[in-house]
């Protein structure tokens, strides 16, 4: 299958300064990638939907000029999280489709924890 | 809101089957039946997915009963590493923007 990369896999972080998590479609293009946020044992919560070339679109709840998504390139989209703060603390999990003939299977990249002390 | 309904937790001895059940009464006639699985701090991992028709790759098979309001995931020979939550997920092929929706799926307990 198809693979996504994150970077970093994990990073600590004083509140108030902000975190960039890199999210890349190592052997596909990814027109269109997501953005998930999972406190411990809860599931898996749809934060945004990243468009490659427009303005992501942002899940009701989430902040986004708190959560910066930036999608550039058809292989890479970026989760800023400003001025972060503890609550903020969680496993940040980035999605892309893989578009084929057979269909568009939905692949995870594996996660980065991000720890807001 | 997901659109399926898991027990919330299963044991299972190592070396039989796990038999995972979901319930998606509402589930429209386009719509598929996904299983991905969640490793522990792990990013969830595709496993397998069906229509109408019973699926079988390398890692499990997917029975789902001719109405489609329900399917089992069967791992056949359960390993201590496939201990993890499996998801359960309804959705439509081929619609690029459309992400898929969590529930809470079974956290599955493979025992020695």
């Known amino acids: 299958g198809a693979v996504v990369s994150q970077h970093p896999s994990w990073v600590i972080c004083k509140s108030g300064t902000s975190v960039k998590i890199e999210c890349r479609s190592l052997?596909?293009?990814?027109?269109?990638m997501f953005w998930y946020r999972q406190f411990p044992k809860q599931s898996l919560m749809l934060m945004a939907t990243?468009?490659?070339?427009?303005?992501?679109?942002?899940e009701q709840g989430v902040e986004k000029d708190k959560f910066l998504i930036n999608h550039a390139s058809l292989t890479l989209s970026t989760l800023t999280v400003t001025s972060a703060h503890p609550e903020d603390s969680s496993f940040y999990i980035c999605?892309?489709?893989?578009?084929?003939?057979?269909?568009?299977?939905?692949?995870f990249g594996p996660g980065t924890r991000l720890t807001v002390t | 809101d997901a659109k399926t309904t898991q027990p919330t937790s299963m044991d299972c001895a190592e070396g039989r089957a796990a038999n995972l059940p979901c319930n998606h009464s509402?589930?429209?006639?386009?719509?598929?039946v996904y299983w991905y699985r969640q490793i522990h701090s792990q990013g969830p991992q595709y496993i397998i997915h069906?229509?109408?028709n019973n699926e079988t790759n390398e890692m499990a098979s997917l029975i789902i009963t001719e109405d489609r309001k329900s399917s089992t995931l069967i791992l056949p020979h359960a390993t201590l590493r496939d201990t993890a939550v499996y998801y359960c997920?309804?959705?439509?092929?081929?619609?690029?923007?459309?992400?898929?929706?969590f529930g809470k799926g079974t956290r599955l307990s493979v025992i020695a």
């Open positions: 999605s892309a489709r893989e578009p084929g003939l057979a269909g568009d299977e939905q692949y």
């Open positions: 052997d596909f293009q990814a027109t269109t």
């Open positions: 990243s468009n490659e070339g427009s303005k992501a679109t942002y």
């Open positions: 509402t589930i429209s006639g386009n719509e598929y």
């Open positions: 069906g229509l109408k």
């Open positions: 997920i309804v959705g439509l092929r081929n619609s690029g923007n459309t992400p898929l929706v």
